[in-house]
């Protein structure tokens, strides 16, 4: 079992910079999980966001690709978020996501392992 927490969510001006971080309580990577974003705004279904696995290849939602990067770092079991440029619309809770698959996935239903999630506010 997975525990995850993330961290580093708050409010900002459109067109600033936020980074999210979310620590695995165990080792993900090195045991073939893919750790992934997503993020849920009021009134709307959760999304994927970004994905990556050991291997390093990463997914992204064409809303945020070009502004968005996932890395992970597999020795301390952690996975980040830079967000650039935001925008009002990327306003939601943002939550991390683990799950023992072989490819990076934005699929919701893949996952097994969820963080309580870190609000981020873009005005």
């Known amino acids: 079992h997975v525990q995850l927490v993330e961290s580093g969510g708050g409010s900002v001006q459109a067109g600033g910079s936020l980074r999210l971080s979310c620590a695995a309580s165990?080792?993900?990577?090195?045991?073939?999980?893919?750790m992934a974003w997503f993020r849920q705004a009021p009134g709307k279904e959760r999304e994927g966001v970004a994905a990556i696995c050991g291997s390093g290849y990463t997914d992204y939602a064409g809303s945020v690709a070009g502004r968005f990067t996932v890395s992970k770092d597999n020795a301390k079991n952690a996975l980040d978020l830079q967000m650039s440029n935001l925008r009002p619309e990327d306003t939601a809770m943002y939550y991390c996501?683990?799950?023992?698959?072989?490819?990076?996935?934005?699929?919701?239903?893949?996952?097994?392992?969820w963080g309580p999630g870190t609000q981020v506010t873009v005005s």
């Open positions: 165990d080792s993900t990577y090195d045991r073939g999980y893919c």
């Open positions: 996501a683990a799950a023992r698959i072989g490819f990076p996935s934005l699929a919701r239903y893949l996952y097994d392992y």
